[in-house]
Every structure is written in C-alpha cells, then in structure tokens.
C-alpha cells in the first residue's frame, strides 16, 4: 500500500552517509537516538537460486494509524526530501526558511507568523480554531475467533460522520471469514462472504452500527481476525482542540524558541526522511522474501514432477525386463 | 460550525448535544457483549518498551426493562495480560468500570483477556453484559494536557513534542519490523532447503529401490532356474 513518503523511490541508499549528515544537525535536538542505531540494517545473504517475479500476493495492511500524518499535504516531507540528499551536511537553517528570513526586515511578528504559516499550510478540517492535528478517532483489535462461532461488535455513530473498517483474517486454514455489517435499525449494508479481507465506507446516521465476524463455516480452524475503525467526522473532536487551550502555558515567544521550532522541526524532518528508507528497504527485503516463497513452489512443482515421472518409468522398465526374462527363457526351450 | 450568537441555532446544537450525550452516555467507543463465563481476548502486537493502556466500561442487562442499565456497580471484570512467551504479566481484578496499564518488555504478541468474574449475573442480568472497551498503545498513552501542565509548555511546543512522540514510535515499530522479517527469511530459507533436498533424496531413493528390485529379481530367477 503506498504510503505518503513517496519522494525516496529513485534515490541511491545512502543510508551510512544521511545518518551522518543528520546526527551533525542534531547535536543540540533535544530528544533521543536517531543516528546511533546502526542504520544500515544487515545485508541479507545472496541465494543460491535465483527468484522469480512474484505477480500476485497479500499485502499486510497494519496499523496505519500511525502513518497517518505523513500523508497529511502540506507537511514539508515530499518535496523536502531531494533537497536534503543535496545538502550534504550542511548545518545552517534548511532552505524552507531561508526566503523567509532574506525578506524579514520587520524582525519578530514575521518570524512569528511563519510557523502559524506553516501550520496554516494543512488542510482546513484539520484546523478548527487555530492550530493542530486532529487526531482522527479509531482503533484497532486482533481476536481470535474460535471454529464454529460468531462475534459481533457495536459502534455507536453521531450522524453524518464517516466509518471505514477494514478487516484481515491473519491465520488459520483457509484465511476466510463471513463478514455482516449492520445499521442501527437493523439493514444489512454489507454482507461478504468467506473473504480474506475487506474495506468498507459508510456515511452514517445516528445509532450504533453493528459488525459481525462469522465462522461457524469452519469446525475445527479457528481464525484470528484483525479490524481496524477509523471514524471521521465525529463532530466532538471541536471541543477537544478547545480544552488543550486550558492546558498551555504562555504565549508563543519569538526571538530564540523560533529557533528551537526550527531544530524541532529538522529532527522531526531527518527522522521522517530515515524513516521512509528504512521503509523502502523493507519493501525490497519483503518482496525478496515473496520470491523466495514462490522459486520454493515452483521448486516443489517441478521435483513432484520429476519423481513422478522417475517412478513410472522405473516401474515400466521393471515391467518390461521382467517380461524380457521370461521371453527369452521361452525362446531358449523351443 | 458551533452557532455563535443567533439563538435558535445555538438551541439546536445544544439540544443535539444532549441527545448525543444520552446515547453515547459519555463514551463513543466500541462496546460487544460477553456471557457470563465467556472470556474474550484481543491480541496486541507491540515492540517492546511500549506503554499500553487499557479502558472499559461495563453495563448489565436488564431483563424487565429490556434495556442496559447505564453503570452497575459490583460488577467486576478480570482482565489478564500475557506476554508474547506466555508469562502472565498483568491479572488482576477490576470494577464495572476500570483502567489497566502495561508496558511491554518483549516485542511480540501480547494477549488481553477479559472476563466477568460475577456469578450473579445470570440471575438478574439475563447473561449478558455490555463492555464498552478502548485501547490505546504507544505515544496515544501519553496524555498531553497533562505534559503541557507539567513542562510548562505552549501549544507549539505541545504540538512539536507530540509529532516527536508519535516518529518515535514509528521507529520503534520499524526496529521491531526489522527483527520480524529476518526471522521470516530464515524460517524461509530452512524451508527452501529442506523441501529441496528431500525431494533429491526422493528422486535418488526411488532410483535405487529400482536398480535394486531388478538385481534381486534377476538372481531370485536365476537361483531358481527359471531364467
């Protein structure tokens, strides 16, 4: 599944060589280990046989939620990106702010309205009142449901509030489970059956909707399922920006904490860019994996194959000489 | 979208809000219903060193009025946690209403159960039990309002050391990830190896069980004269 860090499909793995440009940015950071860990994970070991292109397969969809805010737009990740590789440890401040800076002859209010700028750059859902990210209600469970039963599951909705739910059976024989998705007056909305997994999205009303996981198809396999709600739109979240505002201290100081801002925001920036590497390299280890599995299917076709075909010609020729011996006794005596 | 000013509108939104209130009764989360003995078990997958906490609510059924009882007290719910080697690290015993709080020292499956551990249940409730059940795991634990209180800090800063947390915990997932896929790629090449060279003794076993079966029977005939 694509994620929002797209910027680093062409470029070289300089993993060794960003991991110390960015440890030299971060001698003041605040905040922990990013460069420390090695960040070149260990080279897989080459195979004796080579793999094949695997054209079909299962992609494992988990815990988004915390890849959500990359895909935010306007968080400076993408475009970032190349001209960080450029830079080549370079530690004054990364050239976002530098127009910023060239034309600020008016000093503090302007550096002052940069960051809001900035924050301003987001979506405007994402912005009720002033500032922030709204963190979009869901969550996720794994259970285990045993052969030979059904579990259901409620959620109650505001109205005019979107839910998505999306549902993957992890383990067990077949990997399928009866899906049911309910109104709260009772219409199946959806009904799938003996799928391996499924989004869904619904506009909802007032009410709780119930979800339902069947597997009395099964008897002896029990499946673990796992489902993940991602609720939007749920209308109360308005408050909750408002009662952080209780909470904060002081108002946003200029002169020297911009440049704190700043440093926040580089680490966060380096972290990011790390992050979508490593997330690039794992996609290669993973497909490399798949093809391992599928050269071990054809592997196990073609030798099936082969004893198959030694067997029946070991026993032709068994036949056949035995019918040879006695033909030629026969011959002898006549 | 909240009416400023005009006062009907203001009216209606707070009407809706009070309606909203009375069905959701102070939580929107998920809830499912449990039977008396029945236990119920969600999986967590988690690298280590993450904080998971744990929220339900419970509400009997009331078999006159055919309806949830908003909160019952007396109800208790026994919530056991186990760590991905299977060790217990969490069981204890908690309210209708409860909170529970681990953190996970192993990356892996960690497995929450839950089950009601009253018996009178059956006779009032008519076996069933509403559990309104929410968890959170990570840099979701942390409660900002009350970091923001303790470090003094403005909402800037609250909203730099909030992404902070969260690409934190991305990287410990990413770790845990990393050890996740070189254990899948040498259970995967064990399996490579094996299947191949079983079926090559396969292939030579056979070969030879013939060449065998046919010197045997060669010289059975012999012996006997027949050839």
């Known amino acids: 599944m694509p994620i929002g ?3 680093s499909h062409g470029n070289p793995r300089p993993s060794g060589g960003e991991a110390g440009g960015t440890h030299a940015w971060l001698e003041g950071a605040e905040t922990k280990e990013v460069a420390e860990q090695d960040c070149r994970p260990p080279h897989p070991k080459s ?26 737009p306007g968080f400076p990740v993408n475009h970032e990106e190349s001209k960080e590789e450029t830079r080549s440890g370079d530690n004054s401040t990364p050239r976002l702010f530098e127009p910023e800076i060239a034309t600020a002859g008016m000093g503090d209010r302007i550096w002052l309205s940069f960051p809001v700028l900035l924050l301003a750059a987001l979506p405007p859902e994402l912005l009720p009142g002033a500032a922030g990210f709204t963190p979009s209600l869901d969550s996720d469970f794994t259970f285990t449901l045993p052969a030979g039963q059904k579990e259901c599951f409620y959620q109650p909705m505001p109205l005019k509030a979107s839910l998505e739910i999306e549902y993957q059976v992890l383990d067990g024989a077949g990997l399928d489970v009866d899906f049911h998705l309910a109104s709260p007056e009772g219409k199946t909305l959806v009904f799938e059956q003996r799928k391996s997994d499924g989004v869904h999205t619904v506009e909802t009303e007032v009410g709780d909707y119930m979800f339902c996981f ?45 440049e704190d801002i700043l440093e926040s925001i580089n680490s966060i920036k380096s972290r990011l860019s790390k992050s979508g590497h490593i997330q690039t390299l794992l996609r290669a280890f993973e497909a490399r994996d798949r093809n391992i599995q599928e050269s071990n299917f054809d592997r196990v076709n073609f030798w099936s194959m082969v004893n198959l075909v030694v067997m029946v010609v070991v026993s032709a020729i068994q036949v056949y000489m035995l019918k040879g011996l006695f033909e030629d006794k026969r011959k002898s005596r006549t | 979208m909240a009416g400023v000013g005009a006062g009907p509108l203001r009216a209606m939104w707070q009407q809706a809000l009070l309606l909203l209130a009375l069905c959701t009764a102070g939580s929107r989360g998920l809830y499912f219903h449990i039977g008396e003995t029945e236990k119920r078990c969600f999986i967590e997958e988690i690298p280590d060193e993450t904080m998971v906490i744990g929220n339900y609510r419970t509400q009997m059924w009331d078999k006159q009025k055919e309806v949830f009882l908003p909160s019952t007290p ?21 309210g209708s209403e409860g909170r529970f709080t681990f953190t996970s020292h192993t990356p892996g499956d960690h497995q ?4 009601s551990n009253s018996t009178r249940m059956a006779l009032f409730a008519g076996g069933k039990l509403r559990v309104h059940l929410g968890i959170q795991v990570g ?5 900002y309002p009350e970091i923001a209180a303790k470090d003094k800090l403005t909402e800037l800063q609250l909203r730099a050391r909030q992404l902070l947390d969260q690409v934190e915990q991305i990287q410990k997932e990413q770790d845990y990830q990393r050890y996740r896929e070189e254990r899948f790629r040498l259970t ?6 094996r299947v191949l060279w079983w079926s090559i003794a396969q292939t030579v076993i056979l070969i030879l069980t013939g060449i065998w079966q046919m010197r045997h029977l060669k010289s059975f005939f012999e012996a006997k004269k027949l050839v």
């Open chain 2, 74 to 94: 007396g109800l208790g719910m026994h919530v056991e946690v186990k760590d991905p080697d299977g060790k217990v690290v969490l069981s204890r015993q908690y």
């Open chain 1, 214 to 258: 069947d597997n009395t198809f099964s008897t002896i396999s029990e499946k673990v399922i796992f489902f993940e709600l991602i609720l939007d739109n749920m209308g109360e979240q308005a408050q909750e920006q408002e009662d952080w505002k209780k909470y904060i201290t002081g108002t946003d100081m200029l002169d020297m904490k911009l």
């Open chain 1, 47 to 72: 195979l004796p046989f080579g793999g094949l292109r695997f054209f079909f397969g299962r992609s494992v969809r988990r815990s988004r939620r915390h890849l959500e805010f990359l895909q935010t």
């Open chain 2, 139 to 143: 840099e979701h634990t942390n409660n």
């Open chain 2, 188 to 193: 995967s090449e064990s399996t490579n190896q």
């Open chain 1, 5 to 7: 860090v797209g910027g």
């Open chain 2, 112 to 115: 929450i159960c839950l089950h």
